[in-house]
Structure formats: structure tokens, C-alpha cells
């Protein structure tokens, strides 16, 4: 992790006491970002899935901050990427110290941010770049990045015009059971009993047959709610997102609804 010389820097979960920075940075590059207040930043903050800080010395001197689908979030990109994807995570804005340019900071940012999209089974990261006007040093850092566009569009009331970017995450393979989102030792347990020992033995089950089995096998009708996180489980071990349990709740009851009317 890159430095200012006075010891290494660090890499931490984004903190409201970091608010203030983080708005000072924000204005600093306000005109290839957006305006952004406390207020805005604390209701992003809450719709954030990743929001990190580097700390060097004590000093924040950069952030990333990104938004998982579904969150109401209003911003045209965003939604341009909302309209069109299921599995990107969108970089809202990262920002690095105006003296801490060219030192790494943002490559490391985007290092990190890869790594835990990738962990958490989303496809793609998405952004945006200014083309109108144009931010050349933005544009040529996502290129190295390996970023590609896949579309324009004019924003901030036709003052701006960016390019829509993305770029495809190799997919990290969880190796445990507890690996997986929402598979805490106790559903691990429940799994294991009924034959499946790692996240790759979920690969072509059916969640609603492993319940099945799971309640014939202890005498018992477990938590409808385990369903749903069986259901989870194996929808992203089959390549889809990486989606809470509580998503599958409504399928989860329409179809049990269903076969009890088709009795």
C-alpha cells in the first residue's frame, strides 16, 4: 500500500467521523464529481455497499464510495446503469488529496474495491468519466484500470456529457460454506447434514428439495426464513448476484402458495 513516507497507509471501512474530510475532499474535485453536503453524504453513506477511507498518518487523503442495485439512489448514472445491469456495483465518486495525486492512492482504491466486489459476486464494476467537459487524467487512469465504455449521456441539466463505463470482475469461488453471505456455522450445519460440505456441492440443487430434505431427515419443519437462504445460496453459487435472503421471501411464499393449492 502505497505511503507518504511516514509509515504505511491504511485502508478502512469509511467512518461518520471522516464526514468532514470527506466532504473537503469532495468540494476540492467538485467539478468532476458533484456537489455533495452533510446531508447527502450521510443518506449515500447509508445506501453505500462499499465506502472506504485510506488513512495515512492519521489524515484521511482519499475515499471510494459505490452503490450496490436496488438503493433509491437518483443519480442519472447510476439509474443508466440500474436500467441496464443486475450484477454491477457503480463507483458514485472516488477522490483522492490534492497533494496525494499520482501517489497510488486511487490505483489501490480500485485494487480494493475489485477484490471485494469480486468476493461478493457481482459481475462488473460501472462509472462514469466527463467527456464535456473533458477529465483526460480520469479517462487514461480507467484504461489502465481496464475499464471499456458502453455508452454516453448528457447530465447535470445538459452541462455535462460522460461516458458510461464498466468493466467485468473475475469471480472470486468461496472455499467454506461460512464463506458464503448469510452462512453462519449454523446453516452450515443444516446444509452439511443434508450432504452439502462446501459452496461448490450447491452447483445445480434445488433449494426448495434441500429443504425438503433437510425437515424429512430431522423429524421437523424448520424457519420458512432458511428457505429463502438456501434459495440465495444457491442462486449465486449458479452464477447470479450475490442477493439477501429476505429478496426471495415473496418467490418463496408464491410458489409454496401454489403447491398447496395444487394439492
Not at 34 to 40: F, I, Y
Not at 91 to 97: E, N
Not at 98 to 114: P, Q, T
Not at 227 to 246: C, K, N, Q, S, Y
Amino acid at each position: 500500500m502505497p505511503s507518504n513516507g511516514g509509515g504505511p497507509a491504511l485502508i478502512r471501512d469509511a467512518e461518520p467521523r471522516d464526514f468532514a474530510t470527506i466532504l473537503a475532499l469532495n468540494e476540492e474535485s467538485v467539478l468532476f464529481t458533484s456537489p455533495l453536503d452533510g446531508a447527502a453524504l450521510t443518506e449515500l453513506h447509508a445506501q453505500a455497499a462499499y465506502h472506504r477511507v485510506v488513512e495515512e498518518e492519521g489524515r484521511v487523503a482519499a475515499f471510494l464510495l459505490a452503490v450496490a442495485p436496488g438503493q433509491p439512489y437518483q443519480s442519472p448514472n447510476y439509474v443508466w446503469f440500474a436500467a441496464r445491469r443486475d450484477d454491477f456495483l457503480y463507483i458514485d465518486r472516488v477522490v483522492v488529496a490534492g497533494d496525494r495525486r499520482h501517489a497510488g492512492l486511487g490505483a489501490a482504491l480500485y485494487e480494493d474495491v475489485s477484490a471485494w466486489a469480486g468476493r461478493r459476486g457481482f459481475g462488473r464494476l460501472a462509472c462514469e468519466v466527463n467527456i464535456e467537459p473533458p477529465n483526460e487524467v480520469s479517462a487514461a487512469f480507467h484504461r489502465r484500470q481496464g475499464f471499456t465504455q458502453v455508452g454516453t449521456q448528457w447530465v447535470a441539466d445538459g452541462t455535462k456529457r460522460v461516458a458510461l463505463l464498466e468493466k467485468g470482475l473475475r469471480r472470486a469461488t468461496p472455499g467454506r460454506l461460512e464463506d458464503l453471505k448469510w452462512v453462519g456455522p449454523a446453516v452450515a450445519a443444516k446444509l452439511e447434514a443434508v450432504g452439502v460440505h462446501a459452496p461448490a456441492d450447491l452447483v445445480g440443487r434445488d433449494p426448495y428439495a434441500l429443504y425438503d430434505e433437510l425437515n424429512a431427515r430431522t423429524g421437523r419443519c424448520h424457519d420458512p426464513c432458511l428457505l429463502d437462504v438456501f434459495i440465495a445460496a444457491t442462486r449465486f453459487m449458479a452464477g447470479g448476484p450475490e442477493r439477501p435472503w429476505w429478496e426471495f421471501t415473496a418467490e418463496r411464499k408464491a410458489r409454496l402458495a401454489a403447491e398447496e393449492r395444487g394439492r
